[in-house]
């Protein structure tokens, strides 16, 4: 029976879909980010990002990632740049995507100050670009190769589809996943902070004011977001769906400073409509004149990769529950996990370093070392503290002091009082970054928000 | 928009669009299964509020903000910088005094209108944003470098307003002033002596330069000449510069938070707190006249104006009375934290350049307050106020 359903699957899986909708998301993915890329050097992140700073926070096990010089990275964004334009026209197609994969996420890997949700997609995302093949219509490629003389190449098979279909959805659904917790369902937290910040926001800003609001906006917000991937999938309920997408994103985006959040995700989201939809859209876009073909080896080999990569994607976000405490206070397993808008945290950190030998203290003001943004990130993240103190630790070192680094951090997370993150008495110069959960992350206060 | 002819025109059929219409029929039973679950789920999000909002203070959307930017505006910002461009004049009518007959008794005269200016001039820096920003807060209050200042003095002249404009921040203002009018190595007669002549005619001018100054910048703020206080006050209605009211506050918010890790900073830094615990005197912000700690104080004290929109007699509406919306118990914790630091700050029994060395116990201790009081700013008031940390415009999540 389970043979059966497996070979049911694995069949469907190989089934030739069109191109037409894996071609428009290829434009939209590689056009976004040209557009990212050209906005992210319009508004001097390049040098407030990676020249700017004297010290990083790399990811752990990517130490060795270090910004180049400043021409290095405007370079950098420049090849980038072309890249993802290469990736929309489906020039030079895997060149271009495995360029702009390795530079998108080499990037962002460089500083997790500037960690974001949708940063990860798109390096997910062109992760996947650059592995599937989706330049082999409506490409600049394809066009090449016909005018060669070559015959036109086959449909993909709907498991590669699917595996973006897939990707896509689980942001949605991850995202609303993280939102059936106490905080978001039960005090409406942060969207109460936050709705009450926007009641100047043109035509719905005076609905923020009534707290009845925050709740029906974070309990719809949950239930759109665990719902959306699968009514965008269905035929008749898709335009509704989709208008709830629009409507969702033009309103977060207007509340929120979010970037090209707004514009990426409803353009991803049409991967989940029906395959032909561009064909259907713009009827002059003639039938495609290749057959569909039975899937290759490299198909079926594909297909259990991408089985594996799903299967990794779905644990992923899960990982936090292996961990102790809550994840919005510990932030143990909290990247990477589609924890999207879950938090209004505040902290304030001071560092204490005394001398081994001497016992002489030294009170360390975190602006001594970092910008004002890796200062405001770095004090409510527990790893980000870790390597601060790490930091503090080795400067320390190349003084010719041999120190011990103590921690003081109050945070604030969605409107309580604010209560130590961190054991002020734990030597964080000693303390190790891993998978291992941090000891000396204090439990989570168990007051109420404060309102 | 999707074409109704083509929509069963699949292209390449799946499993699912050939469903028989049972099948059909149950998708649609789930479909409305889903549409009534996720109708419920709203309505339940509804009735949780209803039910969990039961201790709860007034309903936050119901204060007014604009009122609140507007009284502090009016009630503290203005005053402030009237006072301090009185406060001002009366340091330049006090020099002009003493350059006109030098004596130890007018002396004693400017140094007391010179820390009567410096007072209200730290607790403006509550609300450091706007006019002063840039080449006038650098005019005002900036390290001065004793030697370039004697190179000036030794010049000769003729000194006035006017020829103070063309010299470097280093050389002017209110830390020049202190160079000249305070010497805590030589007597009050010495300083006289030192200062009779050219000293005393470039003491007079640097007064006159501070004096246009103060005024240049209540007149930035005052509404009938610059009416900053009406772009501040109006934030989100007539304001070109604060489009929304959130603007205005995150401003005020930001900075009175960049006070206190300021203020706390000018203990740290004097005691040796940085370095190791070898106090550093040098260090101090007004070592010569003695004033570090009240330099301190009178920023707790800006703060304390902008958190209660009191100054002097005017009362109104502060930021207690927002975070009072949402949680009285802030309003009491903050209100503690400032109390706290007043009275570190008034235990320490002697002047800075004396405590580092008599008293760096009591220092300390009034350094942890100003940062706790700091800590309850940047983590509490900046969440139960929603207000945005660190200008910058980078994206979100």
């Known amino acids: ?451 | 928009m999707l074409q109704p002819e083509l929509e069963d025109a699949v292209v390449s059929p799946s499993p699912s669009l050939e469903a028989s219409k049972p099948r059909a029929r149950s998708r649609r039973n789930l479909l409305r299964a889903a549409a009534a679950a996720s109708l419920c789920a709203v309505a339940g999000g509804g009735a949780a509020h209803f039910l969990t909002a039961c201790d709860e203070g007034p309903d936050p959307g119901e204060f007014d903000e604009n009122a609140m930017l507007r009284q502090i505006a009016d009630n503290v910002m203005l005053p402030v910088l009237v006072d301090f461009d009185t406060s001002a004049g009366a340091l330049e009518a006090a020099v002009s005094a003493f350059a006109d007959g030098p004596t130890e008794a007018t002396l004693a005269t400017a140094r007391e209108a010179w820390l009567a200016a410096r007072a209200v001039w730290k607790q403006s820096q509550a609300f450091a944003f706007g006019p002063v920003k840039g080449d006038l807060s650098a005019a005002i209050d900036w390290v001065a470098d004793p030697a370039a200042i004697d190179d000036v003095v030794a010049t000769g002249g003729p000194f006035d307003s006017a020829s103070v404009d063309k010299l470097g921040t280093n050389r002017k203002g209110m830390m020049a002033l202190e160079y000249l009018l305070f010497d805590p190595e030589a007597s009050d007669a010495d300083v006289v002596a030192r200062l009779e002549g050219n000293g005393a005619a470039f003491a007079r001018a640097l007064g006159q330069n501070l004096a246009a100054k103060a005024t240049t910048l209540r007149e930035a703020w005052d509404p009938s000449s610059g009416a900053y206080v009406d772009e501040f006050g109006n934030a989100g209605t007539t304001s070109d510069l604060y489009k929304s009211p959130k603007d205005a506050l995150d401003a005020l918010v930001n900075e009175i938070l960049f006070l206190a890790d300021t203020a706390a900073n000018l203990i740290a830094a004097p005691l040796g707190l940085k370095t190791g615990g070898t106090p550093a005197p040098e260090l101090e912000e007004s070592r010569l006249s003695d004033s570090s700690l009240a330099d301190v104080e009178n920023r707790v004290r800006g703060i304390d104006a902008i958190w209660e929109g009191r100054f002097g007699d005017l009362d109104g509406l502060g930021l207690s009375d927002m975070a009072g919306s949402r949680s009285e118990a802030l309003v009491s914790d903050v209100r503690n934290a400032i109390d706290k630091s007043f009275e570190a700050l008034e235990a320490v029994p002697v002047a800075m350049t004396a405590a580092l060395t008599e008293a760096p116990a009591e220092l300390e201790a009034a350094f942890n307050a100003v940062i706790a009081l700091k800590q309850i700013i940047g983590s509490d008031v900046v969440t139960v106020l929603g207000v945005t940390l660190t200008f910058n415009d980078n994206d979100g999540d």
């Open chain 1, 1 to 451: 029976m389970t043979t059966t359903a497996t070979d049911r699957a694995a069949r469907g899986l190989s089934r030739a879909v069109d191109p037409a909708s894996l071609v428009a998301f290829r434009v939209a993915l590689g056009g976004l980010v040209a557009v990212a890329s050209i906005r992210f050097v319009a508004k001097g992140w390049v040098a407030e990002h990676f020249v700017d700073p004297r010290h990083y926070f790399p990811y752990w096990g990517f130490e060795w990632v270090r910004p180049v010089s400043a021409s290095g990275m405007y370079a950098v964004y420049a090849l980038m740049t072309l890249a993802a334009l290469g990736v929309a026209a489906g020039a030079l197609y895997r060149v271009s995507a495995a360029t702009l994969f390795a530079l998108f996420t080499y990037t962002h890997l460089c500083d997790k100050t500037h960690y974001l949700n949708h940063y990860y997609l798109v390096s997910l995302l062109t992760g996947l670009a650059a592995l599937l093949p989706l330049h082999h219509h409506g490409s600049v490629d394809a066009w090449w190769s016909k005018r060669r003389g070559r015959a036109p190449r086959a449909w993909p098979a709907a498991w590669v589809l699917w595996l973006v279909r897939y990707q896509v959805g689980l942001v949605y659904f991850f995202g609303g996943v993280a939102k059936l917790g106490p905080d978001w369902l039960v005090h409406a937290m942060p969207l109460r902070i936050w709705l009450a910040r926007g009641t100047d926001v043109f035509l719905i800003g005076p609905i923020f004011r009534y707290e009845a609001t925050a709740y029906l906006m974070s309990w719809g917000g949950a239930v759109f977001d665990l719902s959306i991937p699968f009514l965008l999938l269905y035929r008749k309920t898709r335009p509704f769906a989709f208008a709830a997408v629009l409507a969702f994103h033009v309103i977060v985006g207007r509340l929120f400073q979010l970037g090209m959040f707004p514009w990426f995700m409803p353009a991803f989201a049409t991967i989940l409509f029906e395959p032909d939809w561009p064909r259907r859209l713009w009827r002059g876009w003639c039938a495609p004149s290749s057959p569909p073909s039975a899937p290759a080896w490299t198909s079926k080999i594909g297909m259990r990769v991408a089985a594996v990569y799903c299967v990794v994607q779905a644990l992923l976000p899960l990982r936090f529950l292996v961990y102790p405490g809550n994840v919005l206070w510990t932030e143990e397993g909290f990247r990477f996990a589609w924890k999207v808008m879950l938090q209004e945290k505040n902290g304030v950190v001071t560092a204490r370093a005394v001398d081994r030998s001497t016992g002489e203290r030294f009170y360390v003001a975190p602006s001594d070392y970092l910008t004002p943004l890796q200062e405001r990130m770095m004090s409510t993240q527990p790893d980000m503290i870790l390597q601060f103190a790490h930091m503090i630790r080795d400067d320390f070192r190349t003084r010719g002091r041999d120190v011990s680094v103590y921690v003081d951090a109050r945070v604030s997370l969605n409107g309580r009082p604010s209560r130590p993150l961190v054991d002020s008495t734990v030597d964080l110069s000693n303390e190790r970054e891993g998978l291992a959960p941090k000891r000396w992350v204090l439990p989570m206060p168990k007051d109420p928000p404060r309102f």
